[in-house]
């Protein structure tokens, strides 16, 4: 599964001269998570009015295991915009990441509630609800990011996913395969479809 470390940069007229906020993106960008986590903390303490700095705050924070840090960071994002749906995700994200299923749930539908048409949040939607067993659910949610034709190895990865958990494993490894031309990186689910082609040579 996609971790979605970091939400696209958006960055206001006086944001995108501060020295520690863009080099914390670049950074999280590079997957130097330490390094980005003190960068955008940085940042944080002259850049206050910016719900994706802290967003971006939180996922260092999560990638580096710091939960508290990470949970505030996205509830300082929601102070600043209650409707920004990313926070929502994002702090769903970590919710999961940390074991707390409930919670997780809570975030990923609030972050629809804001806006139905955000597709990061289709696909993270989708994902917790295969781990939760609710399959024909998830089906609907990547066939909804299928039909914006955007992350579409994201979706069929994930409807595949919900196939296979419901027996249709032909359909399954026929979206896996789509899903791995396209780029997606799961080499449990290539062994996957490695091992279909083997039981099933015709």
Not at 35 to 46: D, H, I, R, T, Y
Not at 93 to 114: F, S, T
Not at 172 to 198: H, I, N, S
Request: aromatic share 14%; with cysteine.
């Amino acid at each position: 599964m996609l971790l979605w470390v970091f939400s696209p940069q958006i960055l206001l007229a006086s944001d995108s001269d501060n020295p520690d906020y863009l080099q914390g993106m670049q950074f999280l960008t590079r997957g130097d998570y330490k390094q980005a986590e003190f960068k955008l903390q940085e940042a944080a303490k002259v850049i206050q009015k910016n719900p994706n700095l802290f967003v971006n705050l939180g996922n260092a924070c999560r990638a580096n295991k710091h939960w508290n840090e990470a949970i505030d960071a996205y509830q300082r994002a929601i102070a600043i915009d209650a409707a920004y749906a990313p926070a929502y995700t994002q702090m769903g994200r970590c919710y999961e990441v940390m074991g707390d299923l409930k919670k997780a749930g809570k975030y990923y539908q609030k972050a629809l509630d804001y806006d139905k048409d955000y597709l990061i949040g289709q696909i993270f939607m989708g994902w917790y609800l295969i781990r939760i067993e609710k399959y024909k659910k998830a089906e609907k949610y990547f066939d909804r990011v299928l039909e914006k034709s955007a992350f579409t190895a994201d979706a069929l990865a994930g409807k595949g996913k919900a196939l296979w958990q419901q027996g249709s494993r032909s359909e399954a490894v026929y979206l896996f395969r789509k899903a791995l031309a396209l780029g997606y990186e799961d080499p449990e689910m290539e062994k996957t479809v490695k091992k279909f082609d083997l039981d099933s040579p015709d």
